[in-house]
């Protein structure tokens, strides 16, 4: 029984850390494009 509670903490521990590790990709991802808009912006005022 305490064999399947570890397993289930560490599943939850590994499913946390790796939506962790996708968000943090996701906002490395839209950071450069928001500064390209921001650019564009600029230079259409």
């Known amino acids: 029984m305490k064999k399947f509670f570890n397993l289930v903490l560490l599943t939850l521990f ?3 850390l ?3 590790a ?7 991802e ?3 494009v928001n500064v390209k ?4 912006t ?3 005022q």
């Not at 996708?22 to 490395?28: F, G, Q």
């Not at 808009?37 to 564009?40: D, I, P, T, V």
């Open 22 to 28: 996708t968000v943090k990709e996701a906002k490395k």
């Open 37 to 40: 808009e921001l650019k564009q």
């Open 18 to 20: 790796f939506s962790c």
């Open 42 to 44: 600029n230079k259409n």
């Open 14 to 16: 590994l499913s946390f």
């Open 30 to 32: 839209s950071i450069p």
